[in-house]
Nanobody, 118 residues
Framework: QVQLVESGGGLVQAGGSLRLSCSASGRTFSWYFMGWFRRAPGKEREFVAAISKSGTSTYHADSVKGRFTISRDNAKNTVYLQMNSLKPEDTAVYYC???????????WGQGTQVTVSS
């Protein structure tokens, strides 16, 4: 089972950009379907984006479609979330997650805080 560590969070003004990274340990990263989720204060965890094991298929929540892009580099054991045109409502802790079965996540990172100021 891989272990996941997120990085790249921070404070940014509305309209700005950030790129989150999620690095995985182990040699089986390419076996994992990967996703990004977020939890805003006082709200439930929300799906953001997901990517297939090979990276050929991606899925984005309607709330981020056209602004966020998920990608992966299996040679680097890393999945990314490029976030553009950030809004204050994107403020949340962002988590990456992985699973051997599509859309079934059993491995989670510790999260990285993203704060968007207005």
């Amino acid at each position: 089972q891989v272990q996941l560590v997120e990085s790249g969070g921070g404070l940014v003004q509305a309209g700005g950009s950030l790129r989150l990274s999620c690095s995985a340990s182990g040699r089986t990263f390419s076996w994992y379907f990967m996703g990004w989720f977020r939890r805003a204060p006082g709200k439930e965890r929300e799906f953001v984006a997901a990517i297939s094991k090979s990276g050929t298929s991606t899925y984005h929540a309607d709330s981020v479609k056209g602004r966020f892009t998920i990608s992966r580099d299996n040679a680097k054991n890393t999945v990314y979330l490029q976030m553009n045109s950030l809004k204050p409502e994107d403020t949340a802790v962002y988590y990456c997650a992985g699973g051997r079965v599509e859309s079934s996540y059993d491995t989670w990172g510790q999260g990285t805080q993203v704060t968007v100021s207005s």
